[in-house]
């Protein structure tokens, strides 16, 4: 009720302000009575305890009031225009995705190269602001080139545009070439009874079971072609030779390769030969290597089978016929082997350094023009995508000049890829495929950078942003565990392990603390073995019946994978040594087949 009057007060103000006359006063009090019935009606349909004069019903429990109080108003905060005074920081307020100050930068700084390279970064960002079809097509006349034309093109047409300015052809990129690597045989595909067998045999692999995986393959060989034998019978004697029954391995080697001519036919007689070497058999296993050597397999096979049956030639007195064969590894210059049988021939070891090549042939080119000036401003990322970029749409006689700016601006990844990826035509010497950047990690190198960058080249291919499976990251793939543990114990932060000075400071630091591990006993190999695979597994490959010999070690690892990695490492080591013209002592250790320490700072 005191609502309902409180209410017919402020009405009857209202009304006899706004009354002039005696008719508009009647009509106010006609209205102001309707309305006080309208709210006599709703006060009566609410409870009654909502008045507090009414009566109180015994039977109506009151509910209790659970509802928190309204909050006030929270003021709006409304983010200062801060307009970029230069453009480091236009492209850092894209980053942020602080379109308005982006916009605002890029309005008001005056134009030059990196106006549309802003503009272009800009319109493609995700989330970005709606750009207008006039502004993408204004862009794409003035700067064709740009890494993102075609992007821009895309997004041109999406607008409605029934035409496009022209943007240079993309040209495919071709393999250029690359250093030999060994790797696994492929599978025999295309026979149910190998793919059958080759699924029953696996868990006897993992089990290193040998007897088992036997009694499996002499089952299957009536259902088998000869191919398929050779690779059953691969698979089986493997497992007699990593568990050290080298007769075994040698008799189910040989019951797999009559009839065969492929890949598995050289993988058995691989197995056969070092099973053979070790039983102390040099005629067999000369026999089984120079059928390495001239298999079908990949050129670093063939390179091994050609060396290590040259030692199988010296082992039976026959030093005349190992010369030949040492000379048929030793032909690239690249391959570990070769550089083995370089090292005992006396031949040159080092590759033919890379030519700086003019630098005038591109300094026009806008895209490197820009690149240059990003690089002014600290924007690596946007100026070696400028450089692959120019790649893809140039001349494919400029490709040698690109990777030389490259090397210049120690983009070691850009120079990697360039090396092994151009345009048809393009011609690149072997040296471009082995990066030197002039980079430091955080405290200092402790290590000799040949070394570290040896290990790089392997794990990421120079990739500063690579993150595989397991979590591994940037250029050395350290896990970001193993650099936390690292950090605690400094009492700092890890930091960006994308950053290479970051990533290479916690490579170092994991390789020295597997030099000092009395596991490796502070031989190279074995420090590479467990920065590859950690240290117990080397704590178990101690035990391998290796005859006192590092190759005989490294080629009776269980682990594929490590097993390819060791001789890689080391070739990239001695080749990064040799363009740098420093001696190669680890090589000649092994080349004398005694095991090599680890490399002392140079």
């Given at each position: 009720m005191?609502a309902?009057?409180s209410?017919?007060?402020?009405?009857?103000l209202?009304?006899?302000?706004?009354?002039?006359?005696?008719?508009?006063?009647m009509?106010?009090?006609?209205?102001?009575?309707?309305?006080?019935?309208?709210?006599?009606?709703?006060?009566?349909?609410?409870?009654?305890?909502e008045?507090?004069?009414?009566?109180?019903?015994?039977n109506?429990?009151p509910?209790?009031v659970?509802?928190?109080?309204?909050?006030?108003?929270q003021?709006v905060?409304?983010?200062?225009?801060?307009?970029?005074?230069?453009w480091?920081?236009v492209?850092?307020?894209?980053?942020?995705?602080?379109?308005p100050?982006?916009?605002?930068?890029?309005?008001t700084?005056?134009?030059?190269?990196?106006?549309?390279?802003?503009?272009a970064?800009?319109?493609?960002a995700?989330?970005?602001?709606?750009?207008?079809?006039?502004?993408?097509?204004?862009?794409?006349?003035?700067?064709p080139?740009?890494?993102?034309?075609?992007?821009?093109q895309?997004?041109?047409l999406?607008?409605?545009?029934?035409?496009?300015?022209?943007?240079?052809?993309?040209a495919?990129?071709?393999?250029?070439?690359?250093?030999?690597?060994?790797?696994?045989?492929?599978?025999?595909?295309?026979?149910?009874?190998a793919?059958?067998?080759?699924t029953?045999?696996?868990?006897?692999?993992?089990?290193?079971?040998?007897v088992?995986?036997e009694?499996?393959f002499?089952q299957?060989?009536?259902?088998?072609?000869?191919?398929?034998?050779?690779?059953?019978?691969?698979?089986v004697?493997?497992?007699?030779?990593?568990?050290?029954?080298?007769?075994h391995?040698r008799?189910?080697?040989?019951?797999?390769?009559?009839?065969?001519?492929?890949?598995?036919?050289?993988?058995a007689?691989?197995?056969?030969?070092l099973?053979?070497?070790?039983?102390d058999?040099?005629n067999?296993?000369?026999?089984?290597?120079?059928?390495?050597?001239?298999?079908?397999?990949?050129?670093?096979?063939?390179?091994?089978?050609a060396?290590?049956?040259?030692?199988?030639?010296?082992?039976?007195?026959?030093?005349?016929?190992?010369?030949?064969?040492?000379?048929?590894?030793a032909r690239?210059?690249?391959?570990?082997?070769?550089?083995?049988?370089?090292?005992?021939?006396?031949?040159?070891?080092?590759?033919?350094?890379?030519?700086?090549?003019?630098?005038e042939r591109?300094?026009?080119?806008?895209?490197i023009?820009?690149?240059?000036?990003?690089?002014e401003?600290?924007e690596?990322?946007?100026?070696?995508e400028?450089?692959?970029h120019?790649?893809r749409?140039?001349s494919?006689?400029?490709?040698p000049?690109l990777?030389?700016?490259?090397?210049?601006l120690?983009?070691?990844?850009?120079?990697?890829?360039?090396?092994?990826?151009g345009?048809?035509?393009?011609?690149?010497?072997?040296?471009?495929?082995?990066?030197?950047?002039?980079?430091?990690?955080?405290?200092g190198w402790r290590?000799?950078?040949?070394?570290?960058?040896?290990?790089a080249?392997?794990?990421?291919?120079?990739?500063?942003?690579?993150?595989?499976?397991?979590?591994?990251v940037?250029?050395?793939?350290?896990?970001p565990?193993?650099?936390g543990?690292?950090a605690?114990?400094?009492g700092?932060?890890?930091?960006?392990l994308?950053?290479p000075?970051t990533?290479?400071?916690?490579?170092?630091?994991f390789i020295e603390?597997m030099?000092?591990?009395?596991i490796?006993?502070?031989?190279?190999?074995?420090?590479?073995?467990?920065?590859?695979?950690?240290p117990?597994?080397?704590?178990?490959?101690?035990?391998?019946?290796?005859?006192?010999?590092?190759?005989?070690?490294i080629?009776?690892?269980?682990?594929?994978?490590?097993?390819?990695?060791?001789?890689?490492?080391?070739?990239?080591?001695?080749?990064n040594?040799g363009?740098?013209?420093?001696?190669?002592?680890?090589?000649?250790?092994?080349?004398?087949h005694?095991w090599?320490?680890?490399?002392?700072?140079?």
């Open positions: 005191a309902a009057a209410l017919r007060q402020g009405l009857g209202a009304g006899l302000a706004a009354a002039d006359g005696k008719g508009r006063l009509r106010g009090v006609i209205a102001l009575l309707m309305l006080t019935a309208a709210y006599s009606a709703m006060a009566q349909e609410s409870t009654l305890a008045d507090p004069l009414a009566p109180v019903d015994e109506d429990t509910t209790p659970t509802t928190s109080p309204t909050p006030p108003p003021p905060i409304v983010k200062p225009l801060v307009i970029p005074k230069n480091r920081e492209f850092a307020a894209i980053r942020a995705s602080d379109w100050s982006a916009q605002a930068g890029i309005a700084l005056p134009d030059g190269l990196l106006k549309p390279v802003a503009q970064e800009l319109f493609t995700r989330n970005s602001p709606r750009v207008e079809l006039e502004a993408v097509v204004s862009l794409l006349a003035r700067a080139d740009l890494p993102k034309a075609s992007q821009l895309r997004i041109a999406a607008r409605g545009a029934t035409s496009v300015p022209t943007i240079p052809r993309e495919r990129m071709v393999p250029l070439g690359s250093a030999p690597r060994r790797q696994r045989a492929r599978p025999i595909e295309g026979e149910p009874a793919v059958q067998l080759r029953a045999l696996q868990p006897f692999v993992d089990a290193n079971s040998p088992e995986a009694a499996l002499q299957a060989l009536p259902t088998l072609s000869y191919e398929a034998r050779a690779e059953a019978a691969q698979r004697a493997w497992i007699y030779y990593v568990t050290g029954q080298d007769e391995a008799r189910v080697a040989q019951a797999g390769i009559p009839g065969a001519v492929g890949v598995w036919a050289t993988q007689h691989w197995v056969a030969g099973a053979s070497w070790r039983l058999d040099c067999s296993a000369a026999m089984h290597f120079r059928a390495v050597a001239s298999g079908q397999a990949e050129s670093e096979l063939n390179a091994a089978g060396y290590w049956a040259s030692r199988a030639e010296i082992a039976c007195r026959r030093p005349q016929a190992a010369e030949g064969l040492l000379k048929l590894a690239s210059p690249e391959s570990f082997y070769g550089l083995v049988a370089r090292e005992t021939l006396g031949m040159d070891k080092r590759l033919p350094e890379l030519p700086n090549t003019a630098f591109i300094e026009r080119l806008p895209n023009q820009r690149a240059l000036q990003l690089i401003i600290g690596y990322n946007l100026a070696e400028h450089i692959r120019q790649a749409i140039g494919p006689a400029d490709h000049a990777i030389s700016l490259s090397r210049r120690d983009f070691a990844g850009a120079q990697y890829w360039l090396a092994h990826n345009p048809s035509g393009s011609r690149v010497p072997a040296a471009a495929r082995y990066p030197l950047p002039r980079w430091t990690p955080q405290r290590i000799d950078p040949a070394l570290a960058y040896a290990h080249r392997q794990e990421s291919d120079f990739r500063i942003g690579a993150i595989s499976s397991a979590g591994a940037g250029l050395m793939q350290v896990r565990g193993t650099a543990d690292f605690r114990a400094r700092e932060t890890v930091g960006d994308r950053y000075p990533n290479l400071e916690y490579g170092q630091s603390m030099r000092r591990n009395p490796t006993q502070g031989q190279l190999l074995k420090v590479m073995a467990a920065y590859n695979a950690g117990v597994p080397v704590s178990r490959w101690n035990y391998i019946n290796d005859k006192g010999d590092p190759l005989l070690w080629e009776s690892l269980p682990y594929w994978e490590t097993r390819y990695y060791i001789p890689a490492v080391l070739r990239n080591f001695w080749v040594q363009l740098q013209n420093d001696g190669t002592p680890t090589l000649t250790a092994i080349a004398e005694r090599p320490d680890f490399p002392t700072r140079r």
